[in-house]
């Protein structure tokens, strides 16, 4: 069974820009949260979304926003972006919301430039 | 609100050799907690968990971790090490109650490098 995929895997923008991160969970899991880990650091969470409603927000300004299709993928949006959002993104699914276990995708790393 | 906190960045350990990560966590209420490692240029891989149950959990390639409550601590363990067990060790938690297991905080991350 394919894992959590997540597309593209590098992407390089230049400040100001907006750009779109996609994400497929695992088959079967209904719960999409995403995650942002700059280097040196362990991941942050941004945001979970389970049936098409955001479930929790984490410390995020309202440049980044997501949302979920009626397949379950997601995608992650960041507006006016900053040399600071330069980071590895990360998309994890659950089988639901109140599944404690998280199975990670690849990640998408994003320069900013 | 939780927190984690991993005490050592880098932990340098000759192959063979018993290894010890340190994890430290601090919640007002139950916990679930998780060892993920992370190889160069890859995404987060589930070690191991604990949830409820034994206090000792193992993973398939040789790790163990001992939850402690009284103490909050949840030390990843390995009695051999091997080359390949050189990367990146997250621990994380996850509060465990009002619905607000959606979240995984993680500490900073620990380095294992492990030397021939």
């Known amino acids: 069974d394919a894992g959590v995929t997540q597309s593209p895997t590098h992407l390089i923008k230049t400040r100001g820009q907006q750009v779109t991160l996609r994400c497929s969970p695992i088959?079967?899991?209904?719960?999409v949260s995403w995650y942002q880990q700059v280097l040196g650091q362990g991941p942050q969470f941004i945001f979970q979304?389970?049936?098409?409603?955001?479930?929790g927000r984490g410390n995020f300004p309202d440049r980044f926003s997501a949302r979920q299709f009626p397949n379950y993928s997601s995608e992650l949006n960041v507006n006016a972006l900053l040399l600071g959002d330069s980071a590895l993104y990360l998309c994890?699914?659950?089988?639901?919301?109140?599944?404690?276990?998280?199975?990670f995708g690849p990640g998408t790393r994003l320069t900013v430039t | 609100a939780q927190s984690v906190t991993q005490l050592d960045s880098q932990v340098p350990v000759f192959e063979e050799a018993p290894v010890e990560l340190r994890c430290n966590y601090s919640s007002s209420v139950s916990v679930y907690l998780f060892w993920y490692v992370q190889y160069p240029n890859q995404g987060l891989q589930l070690l191991l968990k604990?949830?409820?149950?034994?206090?000792l959990v193992e993973s398939i390639n040789g790790f163990e971790a001992e939850f402690n409550k009284s103490q909050t601590s949840f030390h990843l363990r390995k009695p051999s090490v091997h080359i390949s067990d050189t990367a990146e060790y997250f621990c994380a938690v996850s509060e465990g109650s009002g619905g607000s297991n959606y979240k995984l905080t993680f500490g900073k991350g620990t380095l294992l490098t492990v030397n021939p």
């Open positions: 979304y389970y049936e098409k409603e955001e479930r």
């Open positions: 088959s079967g899991h209904k719960s």
């Open positions: 994890a699914s659950s089988l639901n919301r109140r599944s404690y276990e998280q199975y």
């Open positions: 604990y949830l409820s149950g034994s206090t």
